[in-house]
């Protein structure tokens, strides 16, 4: 799959920091243009190096199911509002830096956000927000987090410490067998052969 030219512009433009990406048109899949109009999960926020936000709901046979990423939500109402400054005032409170919108996907333009416009071709716009409130984990969630990585951590050495118990006795076992083929065997006085 090739991609095009604009992405990798893009890519040199949206570089990784204070804040994420948010990747339009907010649908989990597309057909683009450069991709012979054959739909593809969407590509754009794996692309760039940002943190990104993008549609991660699933239709299935006519049904939505809501995907796990709670600000997607929050940026289709972000996105839903009156005007750009409010659109761009919004999203940035989600964390949201940039807003990159793919625009031969077959799908309606997006809307515009106030920003500072880094890209704009005849495939892709890029818009860099101004005011965005840093996304930061909460003390719980980063508590939560560490306890899994301390569990995570605990079973591989556990595992480590049986493997080399098992290890140690087996390698006993095998010596002690090796002894008793090497040393002769002794009878008891009164045996007769």
């Known amino acids: 799959m090739r991609f095009p030219a604009s992405w990798s512009t893009a890519r040199e433009l ?14 989990s899949y597309r057909a683009p243009d450069w991709n012979g ?15 990104y936000l993008a549609s991660d709901e699933l239709a299935v046979s ?19 509002l009156p005007d750009a400054d409010a659109r761009a005032a ?11 919108e793919e ?6 333009p997006g809307v515009t956000v106030t920003g500072t416009e880094l ?27 560490a306890a899994a990585w301390a569990a995570y951590l605990l079973g591989y050495a556990v ?3 049986v493997l080399a118990r098992e290890l140690t006795r087996r390698l006993a076992r095998r010596e002690a067998r ?15 052969v």
């Open 37 to 51: 109009g054959r739909t593809v999960l969407d590509p754009l926020g794996r692309f760039l190096e940002p943190d």
């Open 14 to 27: 949206a570089r990784p920091g204070a804040g994420d990406l948010l990747a339009l048109p907010l649908a």
């Open 119 to 145: 890209l704009a071709t005849g495939d892709l716009r890029v818009v860099r927000l101004e005011a965005v409130v840093p996304r930061t984990a909460a003390g719980t969630d980063r508590a939560w987090l």
């Open 62 to 80: 006519g049904r939505v199911l809501p995907g796990e990423d709670p600000r997607v939500p929050a940026a289709r109402a972000a996105l839903a």
């Open 178 to 192: 090796r002894e008793a083929r090497r040393t002769p065997k002794r009878g008891v006085r009164g045996d007769t």
């Open 103 to 108: 625009l031969d996907t077959g799908q309606p």
């Open 90 to 100: 919004a999203l940035g409170q989600l964390g949201i830096r940039y807003v990159a």
């Open 159 to 161: 595992a480590a410490v």
